[in-house]
């Protein structure tokens, strides 16, 4: 039985800061250094976790990060008014908020994203970058998750033209905007859900499955067959993972897929591995549209 | 050889018109007459086609209709003033502005349509009547042509939920948001297009195909299956039809297909029936919001 070939987050990441480094140290040559704004309400263990690894790995992507740390229970207006001052500042090219806002801001948080200028929307919080990814027009940018998918694919070269893919998940984070992005390059999407019947059917009839359900093993032998190429994106705790001590895990029921699939994403080591990097290709990309308006 | 039931348009059209008059009445009585105005640069026959049918059919539908008229050769700025004009107008509830605008303004169509209101967007001609449609949130409108589809679907009781639908054709104007209103109401989506290939061996596993191809006799029997339900959203000129003086029809070989699929919508009589009714019932909903919020 032949193993499927892995897609390795970390060497589509590693190109892609490559031409990160590469366009930023061209806007510095120019005077520009391409800056992140994180800005982050409260003390999130998991808002922490992300914060630190953008830390870690912008000086590589030649990115600036600034951070705006506001209290747990910091008013609606002193949030939005460190927006405001973001949305002004010319030496900031991206923002990044974490989401979701604690408890007492949670009823205003569509508000709140949407007064964000979409030009420096990197990560695809206002109501804008939403209608360029559904148009296909250049507003804002769309979520970091489904383009570290295209990412993936792009650097393993599989093409997508005329191409079945299912995609299983329809959220505005992960599946309706990968789904938007694969039909711009010419695949033929469907669309799967809680409500689908008979996922397996409509997998297994694909060229490529992305799978965003966010359910340990639901991803499984069925719904596979040989040559597929697997692009798990969802990280979900499997107690039984690395011998029983738990650990992170996708949809895939890896072991018995691995076997059937011509190609498939880890997890960790996948999509996962990708998403910062998109999110610093998304702030030199905006450094760069805002120098060509400034 | 059973014939397949026809989903009349004029029969969906009439039991929307009477919710519409009912509402329309309703807002009357509250002292607000709902009202659409009508923006059209130069004298098109289309436009004026439509422009006509509107003005007709308002009455019965208690809509008020008033028409904003600019030469073909207006300058940009006379049309926005306009624009911002119905923007600020209490009194006008919908704007409906006839595109593609003339050759000379064409460049500047899509900041134009922006300059509108979003909440008078009753054609969803605006970035955020799209991302309305996409994340399923109450900005502005989505087109009245997919929103005419889902009245046919719902007046005869047809059910989606679970179900497989095939929609050819990825416009923002038919496809792609007739996909994001199936989704919404939980059926599983396949969109299929110019690039996809063998559009039959998807057509064929479905339980609904929505045709927006814009092809004449491009939906053949090799396409459908027996109870299938085939919504055809297209307007083409068919050079043999009306007994060979030429007239409209849709995508599907309407002969061939009536006899093996279990529902089909005419053309004319189908879909087209509807889009007016629709437009009538987004003035009132517009109406309705706007006075919730005045």
């Known amino acids: 039985m032949s193993k499927a ?74 949030l939005i008014r460190e927006i405001h001052k973001l949305n002004e500042d010319p030496g900031v090219h991206g923002v990044l908020m974490f989401r ?8 205003y948080e569509g508000g709140i994203c949407n007064e964000l200028s979409p030009e420096k929307d990197v990560d695809c919080m206002t109501d804008l970058s939403n209608a360029g990814v559904y148009e296909g027009k250049e507003l804002g940018f769309p979520p970091c998750t489904p383009s570290a998918c295209m990412e993936i694919l792009d650097y393993y070269g599989i093409d997508l033209e005329g191409k079945n893919v299912a995609v299983i998940g329809r959220s505005l984070v992960v599946g309706r905007p990968l789904a938007m992005m694969l039909m711009a390059r010419h695949a033929t999407v469907t669309i799967c859900h809680t409500r689908t019947r008979d996922i397996p059917s409509i997998t297994r009839r694909a060229d490529v499955i992305v799978s965003s359900a966010g359910v340990l093993n639901s991803l499984t032998a069925e719904h596979v067959r040989e040559g597929q190429v697997v692009i798990d994106v969802s990280i979900n705790w499997d107690p039984s993972g690395k011998g029983g001590k738990g650990g992170i895990a996708g949809d ?43």
Chains 1, 2 share one sequence.
């Open 5 to 78: 070939r892995l897609l390795l987050g970390r060497e589509a990441a590693a190109s892609l800061d490559q031409r990160t480094s590469e366009a930023a140290a061209a806007l510095k040559a120019a005077g520009i250094t391409p800056a992140l704004a994180i800005v982050r309400c409260g003390e999130n263990a998991s808002d922490l976790a992300y914060e630190a690894g953008v830390l870690k790995r912008s000086k590589a992507a030649g990115i600036e990060v600034r951070r705006v740390i506001l209290k747990e229970n910091c008013e609606k207006e002193s």
């Open 252 to 294: 895939a029921a890896f072991d018995e897929i691995e076997g059937i699939a011509g190609a498939i994403t880890p997890v960790p080591g996948g999509v996962g591995a990708v998403t910062t990097s998109v999110l610093f290709s998304h702030v030199v990309t905006a450094a760069q549209r805002q120098k060509g308006k400034g």
């Open 100 to 107: 979701p806002l604690p408890k007492a801001l949670k009823p």
